[in-house]
């Protein structure tokens, strides 16, 4: 193992995010960090062990890394005064024409033009960075390294001073490279990385042709601790970026345009998990890809405007494989920005969506808003009966329905089923203001009703029940102890 | 207990690994805690008038902050500060400065080397002349042509604060590859629990004269008049009103109507966070003309620069922070520098106040130019060249002509 830390000595990073230019760089990219390592070896004019030991980093691959979330200076616009000035040429003899007497006045410093420049900063909550690489260097190496890191100076900005140097213990990263689709995409250093930088510098131009991988946080090594449903509790975080508000009813409408968007991005041939369908074309039996609408609900002033989809992946699929299938509908282009996902259903409504990055998104497009583990679960969009119940004792009926439905998913039965027209989180219509399912049988409508589940023990999410689970319909969030609720709902019974 | 700064502590900080010198420094408003201070504002136009917000986590709670003094800012603080000491007390400093007091100017002045934007490569000091040649095409000057990391020495003679604030030789003839020196200094003031407040601003009139009394109109000797017939005529032969359309308010006369906008903020406390980097300092060389290498002489050389950086952040704390209108700050707190090393290891600490920074830096010259280092002992006065001195004229004879407040017609 061999660790490299950075720490940021003025308490903040200044340095532009390559994918928006407004915007600061966090956490900095692996390749950054090599790069400063490079000029500090080029620039001091290292010795050779060091070429080497830079030789053998660049060949390690994608670092983990451990860095805190960050915040984000605004963005402004400074004035900073140029150097291109010169005096205008004035015949010996002649009056200077105001003019003139203008642009020559630039050359003194109170007069001198300025260049709007941005300098985008990010304040990290700990201003610490670690690299963490698994392979063991040689003893010469990493002496090395360390007397290279020893010569670093800014990673970013030349504002952005640092203190680097080789870290015996860091601590578990909490970034690491993924197969998968990653909420960040990071430019690392690959074999070859020294020589082009000094190959670019040589002939005055920039360094170019970065490697990009994918970064998330790290699956939690042993299984839950709790149990979950049978889709994988990291859900894909999806915002709206353009396109009008549209509530919690116009779901099904959302998600069929996104699923038909995502199987059209899908490297052929597109695998059952994704389009839900066998290869003979009929619905599929086992889990597949689901689409989740993030709405604004249960606080105040919520009126259940989606701010997003999630899309929540079936545990069984491989991370490498999902990568492979959703990358290039949800993913990241190659210049490190997130792609712009277009959805549009005739003239009724066009959305972009694009991979949520932020690290303090909204609570709606916060992936543990839908799956941290609570013992209580409400609907945010109507539970879908696939069977009508019958006859007498209607509500046992359909509380039993719904809580076989649990076992479908892979959650636990529940102790305690609601069941109601309305939904305790404020902001999500009514049942009856939900477009239904009809039955492919004879069209006829399946019956749909809000609730609220209580287990015996806290389960993980996503919660998703019912016909319409994988279109977003059955979609229950967590009631977190002690949270507000409201209407149609008699507290007191023992849940 | 911190110990107190000496030369010894910089010049085996500079000889050993440490990182970084680092001093974080508390501050109050003068008017007393909660008093409001004025941020800078950025942008222009619609977008003007912006502070710097960021919300920053201290001890498991987020604050609100405005940046209260830029890096840049600060730079240009510590660079006049120690361009004010070389002018009272005889520092030592190399100074280079175009004079404009000697040509009997309306307004005379002078700018120096501590003063130009762009430090000794400033364009304005490129076009001024050395004995009658550009400064740059004069002997002392067409030594900055060879200026680089790996080659120091003329200009830490000629401008030491270059090495330390940075440098960018942009217009030499190398364009952008000309010589670029990474700054080692890196200073900034925060607001902490910035919360904001507004601004009213109105003016009463004590002549109580209202807007009919006017129109004004201007005279030929660039007063103001409410004769029609003794007006200054256009081209067309009519009477010249003042400003726009002769409201006496143009004339700086009348009521302005009281209003309230946003500004400004209260804070718990200002931060002032200043580092000087050392490795950005040992990577420069000092090596004789022949390119002969001289350890001895890099050491010394980066001791008086760390001694010089060290000086000018305790100048500027010592003055209090008198940042601009309404937002001056006084210390709290002693001026302890930490100085980093192994991570993980507490750093040591060290008081600086400003006469011991004075001493350390004296000293570290001295021994630099005993280790045969150039130091320019005084100072270089450049003539402004011949275009510059007439344009500048012109500009202030208009200026004094014209009545308070209107812009040179450009």
């Not at chain 1, 701010?307 to 699929?317: C, E, I, Q």
């Amino acid at each position: 193992m061999f660790a490299i830390g950075i720490r940021y000595l003025c308490g903040w990073a200044m340095a532009t995010d390559p994918a928006d230019r407004r915007r600061p760089e966090w956490p900095p990219h692996p390749d950054r960090i090599y790069m400063a390592l490079a000029a500090a070896y080029f620039e001091t004019e290292g010795e050779d062990a060091e070429r080497d030991a830079l030789d053998w980093l660049e060949r390690q691959g994608a670092p983990a890394m451990w860095a805190s979330d960050a915040t984000e200076r605004d963005a402004v616009t400074v004035y900073v005064p140029v150097n291109d000035v010169s005096l205008p040429m004035i015949r010996r003899g002649s009056v200077p024409s105001p003019q003139q007497v203008f642009q020559g006045l630039q050359v003194l410093p109170e007069h001198r033009p300025r260049q709007a420049r941005q300098f985008p900063v990010a304040v990290p909550l700990e201003p610490v960075v670690f690299l963490v690489w698994p392979a063991e260097p040689p003893a010469s190496v990493k002496n090395s390294l360390a007397s290279v890191c020893s010569k670093v100076v800014r990673v970013g900005h030349s504002a952005s001073l640092v203190q680097a140097w080789v870290e015996e213990n860091p601590p578990v990263p909490n970034l690491v490279p993924t197969p998968g689709v990653g909420r960040y995409r990071l430019r690392i250093a690959g074999p070859g990385r020294l020589e082009h930088l000094a190959a670019q510098y040589a002939n005055g131009f920039r360094p170019e042709r970065s490697l990009w991988r994918a970064y998330d946080r790290p699956q939690p090594s042993e299984g839950l601790a709790l149990p979950g449903s049978l889709f994988d509790d990291r859900l894909l975080m999806l915002r709206r970026a353009d396109g009008r508000l549209l509530g919690l009813e116009s779901t099904f409408l959302l998600t069929d345009v996104l699923r038909r968007a995502v199987i059209q991005q899908c490297p052929e041939p597109v695998p059952e998990w994704v389009s839900g369908h066998t290869p003979d074309g009929l619905p599929s039996q086992r889990p597949h890809l689901a689409f989740l609408p993030l709405a604004d609900v249960g606080h105040e002033h919520a009126d259940g405007h989606l701010l997003g989809v999630a899309l929540a992946v079936p545990r069984s699929v491989p991370p490498a494989e999902v990568g492979r299938c959703l990358n290039p509908a949800v993913g990241f282009t190659e210049h490190g920005g997130p792609r712009q996902l277009r959805l549009y259903a005739g003239d009724r409504f066009e959305w972009t969506l694009e991979l949520e990055r932020r690290s303090l998104p909204p609570v709606a497009l916060q992936s543990q808003t839908w799956t941290r583990a609570a013992r209580r679960w409400a609907t945010v969009t109507p539970v879908v009966l696939d069977r009508h119940p019958k006859g007498n004792e209607l509500e046992r009926q359909v509380a039993s329905i719904v809580t076989e439905a649990c076992p479908w998913i892979g959650l636990p039965r529940p102790a305690d089923v609601l069941l109601g027209q309305v939904s305790p989180y404020r902001g999500v219509p009514p049942r009856r203001e939900f477009p239904g399912l009809t039955r492919k049988a004879d069209g006829g409508r399946l019956y749909q009703t809000h609730a609220i589940l209580a287990f015996a023990e806290p389960v993980c999410g996503p919660v998703l029940l019912g016909a319409g689970r994988y279109r977003g319909y059955g979609l229950f969030r967590p009631i977190r102890e002690g949270e507000e609720t409201e209407g149609g709902y008699n507290d007191s019974r023992a849940l | 207990m911190p110990g107190l700064m000496n030369l010894e502590v910089i010049k085996e900080a500079l000889a050993g690994t440490a990182g970084a010198f680092r001093c974080i420094t508390e501050y109050q408003p003068a008017g007393g805690p909660g008093d409001k201070v004025f941020p800078p504002t950025y942008g222009e136009g619609d977008k003007g008038g912006v502070y710097a917000e960021e919300d920053r986590h201290v001890l498991g709670q987020n604050v609100h902050c405005v940046l209260l003094d830029s890096v840049q800012s600060q730079a240009n603080r510590m660079e006049l500060a120690l361009l004010e000491e070389w002018e009272k007390h005889d520092v030592p400093l190399p100074v280079v400065a175009v004079d404009f007091t000697s040509y009997g100017l309306p307004k005379p002045f002078r700018i120096s080397s501590l003063e130009a934007p762009h430090r000794i490569v400033d364009a304005l000091i490129r076009d001024s002349e050395l004995d009658g040649v550009p400064f740059r095409k004069s002997d002392f000057g067409k030594k900055l042509d060879a200026v680089d990391v790996r080659n120091a020495t003329t200009l830490f003679g000629l401008c030491p604060t270059a090495l330390v604030f940075g440098m960018w030789d942009s217009t030499s003839g190398r364009g952008a590859l000309g010589a670029r020196i990474q700054r080692a200094l890196v200073s900034e003031i925060v607001g902490f629990d910035a919360s904001a407040g507004v601004r009213t601003s109105s003016r009463i009139d004590p002549t109580q004269i209202l807007l009919s009394a006017g129109p004004l109109y201007q005279t030929e000797h660039g007063g103001w008049t409410l004769a029609e017939s003794e007006a200054k005529r256009d081209k067309n032969k009519n009477p010249v009103k003042v400003g726009k359309s002769g409201k006496p308010s143009e004339a700086n006369l009348g009521n302005v109507k009281p209003s309230i906008t946003s500004g400004g903020f209260t804070i718990s406390k200002a931060v002032q966070t200043s580092v000087l980097s050392l490795p950005a300092l040992r990577r420069l060389r000092f090596p004789l003309l022949d390119g002969t290498a001289r350890p001895q002489a890099d050491l010394a050389a980066r001791t008086a620069l760390a001694a010089q950086a060290l000086y000018a952040v305790a100048l500027v704390r010592e003055q209090g922070a008198d940042l601009r209108s309404r937002c001056l700050l006084l210390p709290t707190q002693p001026f302890a520098w930490e100085l980093l090393d192994r991570p993980g290891e507490p750093p040591q600490t060290f008081d600086l106040p400003a006469a011991i920074g004075r001493t350390i830096y004296q000293q570290a010259v001295a021994e630099a130019k005993q280790a045969g280092l150039p130091w320019l002992e005084e100072a270089i006065v450049l003539k402004p060249s011949a275009n510059l001195l007439a344009l500048v004229r012109k500009s202030q004879e208009l200026q004094t002509k014209l009545p308070e407040g209107e812009p040179v017609d450009a």
